[in-house]
């Protein structure tokens, strides 16, 4: 069972980028999946989410910018960036979940298996 990070890499400030986590080993169809991020000497924090039903969640600091799907039939989740800021910069995780909702998804205790580690660099 793995989660599989990529397309993570260096974008100027207003720019765009697609990240996307694969998973492999087990179908993740009825998993919740998230996305967190964790600045450069910062603790890691919550950066979007979306239930097995296809509900989202954002950040706060991401509403509006960032949009997170899913893809069941090649069981991944992607992460679609727009207007970044250098603030931004971070290493990207994504997450899958059995159980929760959307309020608790927000939490990175609610997820059960976690991938490596994307980097996203925003230059100003």
């Known amino acids: 069972v793995q989660l599989q990070a990529s397309g993570g890499g260096l974008v100027r400030a207003g720019g765009s980028l697609t990240i996307s986590c694969a998973a492999s080993?087990?179908?993740?169809?009825?998993?919740?999946r998230g996305w967190f991020r964790q600045p450069p000497g910062k603790e890691r924090e919550f950066v979007a989410a979306?239930?097995?039903?296809?509900?989202?969640a954002y950040a706060d600091s991401v509403k509006g910018r960032f949009a997170v799907s899913r893809d069941n039939a090649k069981n991944t989740v992607y992460l679609q960036m727009n207007s970044l800021k250098p603030e931004d910069t971070a290493v990207y995780f994504c997450?899958?979940?059995?159980?929760?909702?959307?309020?608790?998804?927000?939490?990175?205790?609610?997820?059960?298996?976690w991938g490596q580690g994307t980097l996203v660099t925003v230059s100003s």
């Open positions: 997450a899958a979940a059995s159980r929760g909702i959307l309020s608790t998804l927000r939490n990175s205790h609610a997820y059960d298996i």
């Open positions: 080993g087990r179908t993740f169809n009825f998993y919740n």
């Open positions: 979306i239930s097995k039903s296809g509900g989202t």
